[in-house]
């Protein structure tokens, strides 16, 4: 069983920053693609970035050049480094990972919350 349990969540104020990390544990082989999520109150889950093997990256227009997600494949942990954090920010962020253990799945973390003040 594969699990992914994020950290680093919390209160800040606008204009702050958060550093996230997401561990994976369990029953690993490699892992390919991992990303992070985030879905404010009373909206739909909406895709934040993503990072590759290899380390290629994407991200979500509104997060560019504020946020960077890197990831130690030594250690099975994918960041997102959050600058000039912004009150539209405030959301719970997932992480999300896809494993390979006896199979490939998509797994995903239970959430932290950041909460960005104005």
């Known amino acids: 069983q594969v699990q992914l349990v994020e950290s680093g969540g919390g209160l800040v104020q606008s204009g702050g920053s958060l550093r996230l990390s997401c561990a994976a544990s369990?029953?690993?082989?490699?892992?390919?693609?991992m990303g992070w999520y985030r879905q404010a109150p009373g909206q739909q889950r909406e895709w934040v970035a993503t990072?590759?093997?290899?380390?290629?990256?994407s991200y979500q227009d509104s997060v560019k050049g504020r946020f960077t997600i890197s990831r130690d494949d030594a250690k099975n942990t994918v960041f997102l480094q959050m600058s000039s954090l912004k009150p539209e920010d405030t959301a719970v962020y997932y992480c999300?990972?896809?494993?390979?253990?006896?199979?490939?799945?998509?797994?995903w973390g239970q959430g932290t919350q950041v909460t960005v003040s104005s």
């Open positions: 990072i590759i093997t290899g380390g290629i990256t």
């Open positions: 999300t990972a896809v494993v390979r253990s006896t199979d490939w799945e998509n797994i």
């Open positions: 369990g029953s690993i082989r490699s892992i390919h693609n």
